[in-house]
């Protein structure tokens, strides 16, 4: 090979090296950026981080990750009965105190006004997996650890494997019919959602799933959504499971996270004040007070003059108060002032 041929292959290959990058921690993906590391990362379009995420395996995987998804190569040999290889995901949100970039979330479930994602998987026709997404939610704005509520929605999965627990209903979700399964994987409730036909592309609606498992758990709205995770759980294989295009979006604007302050359960202090067998007594109008005989006088003059105008009204004396609503009325000319505090 002459001089210049050389000179040309050199700076081919240190392109090539600038091209593939093996990534052992977290950083920027690039045109094709490979992790192999256990719980490596990268960032993507400066608002996804997809992670590897091989807890389950000592077995090899890497991931090749593009600028809008990831696919995986692997050959895991996990049995069916328990737990799988890894959950390798992109995701939008908070994941053990690594947050996507600009995220919105955690965000309380109640002032959601829009929460959106749309998908496109690729999955082989061998091996034992399943293609799901993984949906965090806890009662407290958790960015660093387990959240307690776990929602899965399983788009399709190949092999003898099913959710944590056991099949309790099947719900009619986003136009699709879903078996629901509901259990604990020993740090979590888990409500999982499992299609009854493969889903490779979809965009729905985020919280449409999060009020069907609020009526099958402790969810309310005062809880938080934590993060959006679409990936992979193998047991078998993994080459080829791909996710090829992702996106989520969560927004403000909602109105249904506000909790009502509880209700008083005493009597307020200014109330108490005026109060004689559980009934309010109103402020006395001022009024002149009439004293001994000229007052029944006047009143039996009052009543005389109404029979002779042919009215059936007649004036009786006030109705007497026990002696401690008359000291709790405070009888004067004035109208009694409610005490503050």
Known sequence: MTRPFRA??????????FITVAVAGGGTAQASTQICDKYGSATVQDRYIVMNNRWGADTPQCIN???????????????????????TAIYYGCHYDNCSPHTTLPMQIGKIGSATSSISFSYPASGVYNVSYDIWLDPAANSHGTNKQELMIWFAKRGPIHPVGSRVATATIGGHTWEV?????????????????????????????????????????????????AGFEP?????????????????????????????????????????????????RPAAPLRRGRPHR??????????????????????????????????VSSTALTPASG
Do not use: E
Request: hydrophobic share 35%; with cysteine.
């Open 235 to 283: 047991w078998v294989g993994g080459t080829g499971l791909a996710v090829n295009d992702f996106a989520a979006n969560v927004s403000g604007g909602g109105t249904g996270g506000a909790v009502p302050p509880p209700a008083p359960s005493h009597t307020p202090r200014h109330r108490r004040r005026h109060m004689c067998r559980h009934r309010v007594i109103p402020p």
């Open 297 to 330: 006088a006047a009143a039996r003059a009052d009543d005389a003059r109404l029979v002779a105008s042919g009215d059936s009204r007649r004036r009786r004396p006030p109705r007497r108060c026990p002696r401690r609503c008359r000291i709790a009325r405070q």
């Open 8 to 17: 040309l292959a050199t700076i081919g290959l240190m392109l090539a090296s």
């Open 65 to 87: 990750v593009g600028t809008a998804g990831f696919a995986i190569t692997a050959s895991h040999n996990k049995p069916t009965n328990g737990a799988p290889a890894s959950y």
């Open 181 to 229: 399964w509901s259990g604990f994987n020993g740090s979590s409730d888990v409500v999982s959602y499992v299609a009854q036909s493969p889903i490779t592309k979809w965009n729905f609606d985020v919280r449409s799933f999060i009020d069907n498992v609020k009526t099958r758990s402790t969810v309310t709205n005062a809880w938080y959504l934590t993060s959006i995770q």
